[in-house]
Nanobody, 114 residues
Framework: VQLVESGGGLVQAGGSLRLSCAASGTIYGISFMGWYRQAPGKQRGLVAAIILGGSTNYADSVKGRFTISRDNAKNTMYLQMNSLKPEDTAVYYC?????????WGKGTLVTVSS
């Protein structure tokens, strides 16, 4: 499974961005897809996830501002980020669990200026 993120960039506080994660390869056993982020000097943490069955969960810090979605026909996952804050600045990674194995993308940088 290969994952490629896109959509990061520089945005002012209060702005929006939509991240995409395109998956390729043998992806018929996916049970989990999620977005993580890692800010400088901090550990990587879960931002939002879609698990088998379609339920979603979010980190408390992004609830009501971020929305995770998935387009099965395009094998792509999205993260719509609204009302961005400077503390959302980080490298955002997508992750999938396919037949019990974890796969990561290389990340996309999101920078939110105040």
């Amino acid at each position: 499974v290969q994952l490629v993120e896109s959509g990061g960039g520089l945005v002012q506080a209060g702005g929006s961005l939509r991240l995409s994660c395109a998956a390729s390869g043998t992806i018929y056993g996916i049970s989990f897809m999620g977005w993580y982020r890692q800010a400088p000097g901090k550990q990587r943490g879960l931002v939002a996830a879609i698990i088998l069955g379609g339920s979603t969960n979010y980190a408390d810090s992004v609830k009501g501002r971020f929305t995770i979605s998935r387009d099965n026909a395009k094998n792509t996952m999205y993260l719509q980020m609204n009302s961005l804050k400077p503390e959302d600045t980080a490298v955002y990674y997508c992750k999938t669990t396919n037949w019990g194995m974890d796969y990561w993308g290389k990340g996309t940088l999101v920078t939110v200026s105040s």
